[in-house]
Nanobody, 113 residues
Framework: QVQLVESGGGLVQPGGPLRLSCSAS???????IGWYRQAPGKQGELVASTGTSGSTTYADSVQGRFTISGGDAKNMVYLQMNMLKPEETAVYYC????????WGQGTQVTVSS
Protein backbone atom coordinates (compact mmCIF):
# COMPACT_ATOMS: atom_id res chain seq x y z
CA GLN A 1 0.00 0.00 0.00
CA VAL A 2 1.36 3.42 -0.92
CA GLN A 3 2.45 5.67 1.92
CA LEU A 4 2.14 9.46 1.87
CA VAL A 5 4.21 12.09 3.66
CA GLU A 6 3.30 15.77 3.73
CA SER A 7 5.80 18.59 4.17
CA GLY A 8 6.08 22.32 3.74
CA GLY A 9 3.85 23.50 6.52
CA GLY A 10 4.82 26.27 8.88
CA LEU A 11 4.04 29.77 10.03
CA VAL A 12 3.03 32.28 7.39
CA GLN A 13 1.69 35.80 7.63
CA PRO A 14 -1.82 36.59 6.44
CA GLY A 15 -1.79 37.18 2.72
CA GLY A 16 1.35 35.15 2.27
CA PRO A 17 2.00 32.04 0.19
CA LEU A 18 2.96 28.53 1.15
CA ARG A 19 3.60 25.42 -0.86
CA LEU A 20 2.84 22.00 0.54
CA SER A 21 4.30 18.80 -0.81
CA CYS A 22 2.93 15.27 -0.72
CA SER A 23 5.54 12.61 -1.28
CA ALA A 24 4.44 9.07 -2.00
CA SER A 25 6.30 5.78 -1.68
CA UNK A 26 5.28 4.89 -5.22
CA UNK A 27 3.77 6.19 -8.42
CA UNK A 28 0.56 8.09 -7.65
CA UNK A 29 0.18 9.79 -11.00
CA UNK A 30 -2.85 7.68 -11.91
CA UNK A 31 -4.64 8.11 -8.61
CA UNK A 32 -7.05 10.80 -7.50
CA ILE A 33 -5.22 12.74 -4.81
CA GLY A 34 -6.87 15.20 -2.48
CA TRP A 35 -5.66 17.81 -0.02
CA TYR A 36 -7.77 18.10 3.11
CA ARG A 37 -7.51 20.31 6.15
CA GLN A 38 -8.66 19.90 9.73
CA ALA A 39 -8.87 22.89 12.02
CA PRO A 40 -9.47 22.52 15.78
CA GLY A 41 -13.15 22.27 16.53
CA LYS A 42 -14.11 22.26 12.88
CA GLN A 43 -15.15 19.60 10.44
CA GLY A 44 -12.51 18.35 8.03
CA GLU A 45 -12.66 19.86 4.58
CA LEU A 46 -11.54 18.74 1.14
CA VAL A 47 -9.85 21.81 -0.28
CA ALA A 48 -8.45 20.53 -3.57
CA SER A 49 -8.36 17.35 -5.58
CA THR A 50 -6.94 15.99 -8.76
CA GLY A 51 -9.29 14.07 -10.97
CA THR A 52 -9.28 11.95 -14.04
CA SER A 53 -7.83 13.26 -17.28
CA GLY A 54 -5.89 15.99 -15.52
CA SER A 55 -8.90 17.75 -14.06
CA THR A 56 -8.82 19.52 -10.70
CA THR A 57 -11.50 20.65 -8.28
CA TYR A 58 -11.42 23.14 -5.43
CA ALA A 59 -13.53 24.14 -2.50
CA ASP A 60 -15.29 27.42 -3.13
CA SER A 61 -13.38 29.00 -0.28
CA VAL A 62 -10.00 28.45 -1.96
CA GLN A 63 -10.91 28.75 -5.63
CA GLY A 64 -8.50 31.09 -7.35
CA ARG A 65 -5.99 31.04 -4.50
CA PHE A 66 -4.95 27.40 -4.21
CA THR A 67 -3.52 25.21 -6.94
CA ILE A 68 -3.05 21.45 -6.80
CA SER A 69 -0.51 19.98 -9.18
CA GLY A 70 1.75 17.07 -9.82
CA GLY A 71 5.41 17.44 -10.50
CA ASP A 72 7.73 15.81 -13.00
CA ALA A 73 8.22 13.04 -10.47
CA LYS A 74 5.26 10.68 -10.50
CA ASN A 75 5.31 10.31 -6.72
CA MET A 76 4.68 13.98 -5.86
CA VAL A 77 1.64 16.22 -5.56
CA TYR A 78 1.79 19.84 -4.47
CA LEU A 79 -0.60 22.39 -3.07
CA GLN A 80 0.31 25.99 -3.77
CA MET A 81 -1.59 28.25 -1.41
CA ASN A 82 -1.69 32.00 -1.96
CA MET A 83 -3.30 34.86 -0.05
CA LEU A 84 -3.65 32.74 3.05
CA LYS A 85 -6.10 33.76 5.75
CA PRO A 86 -5.85 33.26 9.53
CA GLU A 87 -8.95 31.06 9.48
CA GLU A 88 -7.07 28.65 7.21
CA THR A 89 -4.87 27.63 10.06
CA ALA A 90 -5.18 23.85 10.18
CA VAL A 91 -3.43 20.56 9.74
CA TYR A 92 -3.29 19.78 6.05
CA TYR A 93 -3.36 16.20 4.82
CA CYS A 94 -2.93 14.64 1.43
CA UNK A 95 -4.87 11.51 0.67
CA UNK A 96 -5.12 8.92 -2.06
CA UNK A 97 -8.81 8.89 -2.83
CA UNK A 98 -8.80 6.10 -5.40
CA UNK A 99 -9.56 2.64 -4.05
CA UNK A 100 -8.67 2.21 -0.40
CA UNK A 101 -8.18 5.70 1.01
CA UNK A 102 -4.70 6.36 2.34
CA TRP A 103 -3.72 9.36 4.49
CA GLY A 104 -0.49 11.06 5.33
CA GLN A 105 0.36 12.23 8.84
CA GLY A 106 -0.43 15.86 8.09
CA THR A 107 1.51 19.10 8.20
CA GLN A 108 0.59 22.09 10.34
CA VAL A 109 -0.11 25.40 8.64
CA THR A 110 -0.44 28.44 10.88
CA VAL A 111 -1.49 31.74 9.38
CA SER A 112 -0.76 34.49 11.83
CA SER A 113 0.97 37.81 12.16
Amino acid sequence: QVQLVESGGGLVQPGGPLRLSCSASGDISHYVIGWYRQAPGKQGELVASTGTSGSTTYADSVQGRFTISGGDAKNMVYLQMNMLKPEETAVYYCSKRTGIQVWGQGTQVTVSS
